[in-house]
Nanobody
Framework: QVQLVESGGGLVQAGGSLRLSCAAS????????MGWYRQAPGKQRELVAT???????NYADSVKGRFTISRDNAKNMVYLQMNSLKPEDTAVYYC?????????????????WGQGTQVTVSS
């Protein structure tokens, strides 16, 4: 079984910064891509940023130049540094990971989600 736990959300004024963290734990053989998604009230969940195991990154246009995704493969962690925050960044932020997990019958590839962390940006 694999678990993702996010931390670092909170309330911040527009123009401020926050850093989100996500820790993966469990019977992990390998973590492939990791990413952050967000869901605002009344809206669909959307991609924020992704990072491959090799460090290649991809960002939503709305956060390019303001957010930075990074990961620590040794610690099974992924981070999201968010700068110049705007009220429209307010959402629940979810960590996602494509994980090769160890099970009794062998290896299995699964997609895992964290429980989410609230980010609120006041104007």
């Amino acid at each position: 079984q694999v678990q993702l736990v996010e931390s670092g959300g909170g309330l911040v004024q527009a123009g401020g910064s926050l850093r989100l963290s996500c820790a993966a734990s469990g019977n992990i053989f390998k973590i492939n891509a990791m990413g952050w998604y967000r869901q605002a009230p009344g809206k669909q969940r959307e991609l924020v940023a992704t990072i491959t195991s090799g460090g290649s990154t991809n960002y939503a246009d709305s956060v390019k130049g303001r957010f930075t995704i990074s990961r620590d493969n040794a610690k099974n962690m992924v981070y999201l540094q968010m700068n110049s925050l705007k009220p429209e960044d307010t959402a629940v932020y979810y960590c996602n990971a494509d994980i090769t997990a160890i099970q009794t019958m062998g290896l299995i590839r699964i997609g895992s989600w964290g429980q989410g962390t609230q980010v609120t940006v006041s104007s």
